[in-house]
């Protein structure tokens, strides 16, 4: 009979002896590092500018702004099922092709969107084939592949770096989109984010299969994979999903996805009711991908020194804290900058601790899939975030109850990421009868 037990990381000293680890060299790892987060750099930033276009697709196609927030909300859910998907086949048939085929199917939806004239076409454009190839180049494949080629005590750096990368996306595509809409008009704009999407197949060179030397001591021991050693894929996602602390990592991430979706998709609605102008919202979007990249960068530090789920729980209420004073402050364009700034310090600085956890939990054999399925439940919840608040929206004429939501979710996501055991989930060999 199989069973699982938990024991703290220091304990693995009793578990068999693991075969040496595999890594790169000390060069060939930077550019490993730098090449991921380039081009998370550019599939986040082509989805993290989707906010910017709903005005003026609604008012091409007049499908309305519950139709296009629920095209967009489906792109939210398939962004987060395609990791998952994208991170198995990475984690059995290396993360290239799977990257360059998201980017090919990422061009073809977001070229093809400023030309539908119906639900169903929206759908297929902004909701599967953009949403699909942005999850193929996104954070479980990306943290996955570098952090199977990388030593242990640089990875917590590498996915607060390679996550900054996707910050920077924002923070650059945001404010340049906004200015080719207002000098050439939207269509450019998205065309020109469709044939932006083609640069990440040739930063994919950097992560095929490495030339790589073993690591002796410690090191190798510390990077062996002690719960995936020796069983398959399904057998360690019934492990994981046996797990109470894998839940409640899937829990807070789902109110992560919520709160970064209603906000990437409605903050441009929030800012016209405000009487305010477009470039305020390009601003305010940004500003929170550049103080992403201090929250991501910081994130990846204070995860080798402190508890994980003591950093998700701090951003989770300080999330609450934000909103409350943003929801007090007069609706000015300073309010939303400063609102943008702190907001974003935490905005996607959740990845790096949660991927983390998931590798304590359960090693880096299957990080990909396993993270991904977290990315997930964060999808799941970017899904109700973006279709929500466009019914609010129409409904009322407002996002009030948004951002209620927000604070009540916030709060919930901080406390349940405190009960997480932080111990590396041990697959004990069978016993076998004398």
């Known amino acids: 009979m199989e069973e699982t037990m938990q024991t703290n990381t220091e304990s693995l000293t009793a578990s068999p002896a693991p075969s040496p680890a595999i890594t790169v060299q000390p060069n060939a790892g930077w550019l490993l590092i730098v090449s991921a987060a380039a081009i998370l750099m550019i599939t986040m930033g082509a989805r993290m500018t989707t906010g910017l276009f709903i005005s003026p697709l609604n008012t091409a196609t007049g499908l309305g702004i519950v139709t296009i927030s629920f095209a967009a909300a489906i792109g939210q859910f398939v962004w ?4 998952p998907i994208c991170g198995a086949i990475a984690d059995k048939y290396g993360p290239v092709k799977v990257i360059i085929v998201g980017a090919f199917l990422l061009a073809a ?3 093809l969107t400023p030309f539908v004239r119906s639900e169903w076409s929206l759908l297929l454009a902004m909701g599967v084939l953009s949403a699909a190839g942005a999850g193929a180049g996104s954070f479980s494949i990306l943290i996955g592949a570098t952090a199977q080629r990388l030593p242990p005590e640089k990875r917590a750096f590498a996915s607060g770096f390679i996550n900054a990368g996707g910050s920077f996306g924002q923070f650059v595509f945001a404010p340049l989109m906004q200015a080719i809409i207002s000098s050439a008009g939207w269509i450019a704009a998205m065309l020109t984010l469709a044939a932006s ?3 990440t197949i040739p930063m994919t060179w950097a992560l095929r299969k490495p030339q790589a030397v073993a690591v002796p001591g410690p090191a190798a021991a510390s990077a062996a994979v002690p719960a995936a050693a020796g069983i ?3 057998e360690q996602i019934r492990i994981a999903l046996r797990n109470p602390s894998y839940w409640c990592l899937h829990a807070g991430f789902f109110t992560c996805g919520f709160h970064i979706a209603f906000l990437v998709t409605h903050l441009p609605g929030e800012v016209a009711l405000c009487n305010l102008p477009a470039s305020v919202s390009a601003t305010s979007l940004g500003l929170i991908g550049l103080f992403n990249i201090m929250g991501s960068l910081t994130a990846g530090a204070l995860g080798s020194r402190y ?3 003591s950093l998700l729980a701090l951003m989770y209420f300080s999330r609450a804290v934000i909103i409350v004073a943003y929801l007090l402050a007069p609706k000015t364009a300073l309010t939303f900058y400063i609102f943008a700034a702190t907001l974003g310090f935490t905005w996607l600085a959740t990845v790096p601790p949660t991927a983390g956890l998931v590798g304590k939990l ?3 054999r299957y990080l990909a899939t396993l993270f991904g399925l977290t990315l997930l439940s964060h999808q799941i919840g970017g899904f109700f975030g973006a279709w929500l608040g466009g019914i609010a929206r129409f409904q ?6 948004m951002w209620y939501a927000d604070i009540a979710l916030a709060l919930l996501a901080a406390l349940v990421n405190l009960p997480i055991k932080e111990a590396l989930v041990v697959r004990t060999p069978a016993v076998v009868a004398a």
């Open 80 to 83: 987060g099922a395609a990791q």
């Open 109 to 111: 939806g977001t070229a």
């Open 197 to 199: 999407t083609l640069l």
């Open 232 to 234: 398959g894929l399904g």
């Open 307 to 309: 508890r994980m789920k």
């Open 362 to 364: 359960f090693g880096l």
């Open 396 to 401: 009322s004429g407002n996002y009030n109850w």
